[in-house]
């Protein structure tokens, strides 16, 4: 079945988190995370893996 033929399951109800804002932190600065974290609370983290700091090989870990 291709994507456009699946249902969409999506409810509500399921929800069970959100986003309320972002902080944008550069890279390596751990004080600025610190803070951030004791400002907000919990946090996720996005990684950029475009760039060529990342190579996966061939088991599929990731190689710096």
Known sequence: MSLQQM???FSYESV???MSGIVLINSGNEEHLQAAIAYT???AAAI???TT???VS???????
């Open 53 to 55: 700091g990342f190579r």
């Open 48 to 50: 950029d893996a475009r």
């Open 7 to 9: 249902p969409c399951n």
């Open 58 to 64: 061939k088991m599929q870990q990731i190689m710096p």
């Open 16 to 18: 069970a988190a959100t």
């Open 41 to 43: 609370g919990p946090v």
